[in-house]
């Protein structure tokens, strides 16, 4: 399959599978080609390969010629979040693509609209919490800015604190965490902050291949051998062991 953009950039394969909603695209450099959405419900493991094969044989790729690929890392589902290393990790030993993550709440902060200044994203961690990071609109292209790091927070507390950094500007919280802690959210007044919709929630591989795309210019590329999922939170499974074996969590 022959293309305008065959000689405009690196091939990449860009990944999402922090969700229940994950996806899959290819890119020429900065140039998005086609995308797979991936079953709903953390199918992941069965999913992920079938649908990358798919969709490379769809524009006439051979796996050797990918270049790129860009991972969404979370947080989020760890099987998903670590089949997608797995993956990216073995394309990496046979092919020797470069690997770039991308941070899952970066990515859904994407999805809000521009007349937003400030945008929370939130995803559920269970036991009244969520992860969630703090962004702020900046310059005349209106790009997102991360000012606070993803952390594992309680969810009215943190963004009534963001309503105070706002003071009086325009400010949207998005993500699927926003469905889990309606109530706990039900106490901020709904004419300082608006709930965005869930069509904003889902994370998409095609934002992460365009965030992806733009730290590969830079050069931020990771090494295979250290790239890890971000947690925040270590998985219940590993909690409960190391509360069994009395290992400091």
């Not at 270049?67 to 394309?91: D, W």
């Not at 945008?119 to 969630?132: C, E, N, S, T």
Request: glycine content about 10%; hydrophobic content about 45%.
């Amino acid at each position: 399959m022959s293309s305008l953009f065959d000689n405009d950039g690196p091939k990449g394969l860009a990944i999402e599978t922090s969700s229940r909603h994950g996806s899959v695209a290819v890119s020429y450099g900065p140039h998005l080609l086609q995308t797979i959405e991936l079953p709903v419900g953390n199918r992941h493991a069965t999913e992920l390969m079938p649908a990358i094969s798919a969709l490379t044989a769809k524009v006439g790729w051979r796996p050797d010629q990918i270049e790129h690929v860009y991972l969404s890392l979370g947080p989020g589902s760890f099987t998903g979040l670590r089949i997608a290393i797995a993956i990216a990790r073995a394309m990496h030993q046979a092919v020797g693509c470069k690997l770039l993550g991308v941070p899952t709440l970066n990515v859904i902060a994407e999805n809000a609209p521009g007349a937003f200044a400030y945008i929370v994203p939130i995803l559920d961690a269970k036991r009244g919490q969520v992860f969630a990071a703090r962004y702020r609109r900046t310059g005349a292209g209106g790009e997102l800015v991360r000012v606070a790091e993803p952390a594992l927070v309680e969810p009215a507390e943190y963004v009534r604190e963001t309503l105070r950094i706002a003071n009086g500007a325009t400010m949207g919280v998005l993500g699927e965490g926003v469905e889990y802690h309606r109530t706990a959210l039900a106490c901020i007044p709904a004419e300082s902050v608006q709930m965005l919709d869930p069509s904003h929630w889902p994370p998409r591989a095609a934002t992460v291949h365009r965030l992806g795309y733009r730290l590969a210019q830079q050069g931020a590329f990771a090494n295979p051998a250290t790239l890890l999922p971000i947690y925040i939170r270590l998985p219940e499974a590993e909690e409960v062991w190391r509360k069994k074996h009395g290992v400091p969590l």
